[in-house]
């Protein structure tokens, strides 16, 4: 983003094959696979042009969140968004994950960089057109890097991973909102500019 500010989204994936490990080597392979897959124009029509998928980074840990392997890659090219109507940094555009297991611990949600979505003037939310084609794009991203995943560590289900049960329950739905949202984090290396008057 500018200013060299960093957007992180991080669906998990849990090992069928439990507790099969992931090795640092594996971890590299699976990211330089999701840096292969060609990122569909509904997720990038989210994203402003000075909005950009630079590379992945993979994490695998066990149950309890203790970090065993990491691998990251950098794409060759920057892929931009498609987005022409420009948004604040911390804009974002949540995808719901829905599981079958009752209460918080089995729900998650996906915050994806919303910098150039369009918003329609009179309800102040996303157009449905856009939300339509964003959750369509999204569900196309989320098989593709499951797919991706599964070559290097097996089988593998998009799941919510609950640190209060260290268990890991598989989504079974997505759901997309069209009211614009914020990013629940501090600003990563974003220096704010201050204008200054003196006072009274």
Same mark, same amino acid.
């Given at each position: 983003?500018?200013?060299?500010?960093?957007?992180?989204?991080?669906?998990?994936?849990?090992?069928?094959?439990?507790p099969a490990?992931?090795?640092?080597?594996?971890?590299?392979?699976?990211? *330089?696979?999701?840096?292969?897959?060609?990122?569909? /124009?509904?997720?990038?029509?989210?994203?402003? =042009?000075?909005?950009?998928i630079t590379g992945s980074r993979v994490e695998a840990r066990d149950r309890n969140g203790l970090l065993e392997a990491l691998g990251e890659h950098t794409r060759a090219s920057a892929v931009a968004g498609?987005?022409?109507?420009?948004?604040?940094?911390?804009?974002?555009?949540?995808?719901?994950?829905?599981t079958g297991f009752p209460?918080?611990?089995?729900?998650?949600?996906?915050?994806?960089p919303a910098t150039g979505g369009q918003i329609d003037a009179n *309800?102040?939310?996303?157009?449905?057109?856009?939300? /339509?084609s964003f959750l369509s794009g999204v569900k =196309?991203?989320?098989?593709?890097?499951?797919?991706?995943?599964?070559?290097?560590?097996?089988?593998v289900d998009l799941a919510v991973w609950s640190r209060t049960g260290t268990a890991f329950h598989k989504v079974t739905t997505i759901r997309q909102g069209d009211v614009a949202d914020t990013q629940r984090r501090r600003r990563d290396t974003l220096n704010e500019a201050y204008s200054e008057l003196a006072y009274p």
């Open positions: 983003m500018p200013g060299g500010e960093v957007w992180s989204v991080n669906p998990c994936f849990f090992l069928q094959d439990e490990s992931i090795s640092s080597a594996e971890a590299l392979a699976i990211a *330089t696979a999701v840096d292969a897959i060609v990122i569909p /124009t509904g997720v990038r029509s989210m994203m402003g =042009t000075a909005t950009a498609q987005g022409t109507s420009p948004h604040p940094y911390q804009t974002s555009s949540v995808t719901s994950l829905r209460g918080g611990q089995g729900r998650g949600r996906l915050y994806w *309800t102040l939310r996303f157009t449905p057109t856009l939300v /339509t =196309t991203y989320l098989t593709a890097i499951q797919a991706a995943v599964a070559v290097s560590a097996g089988p």
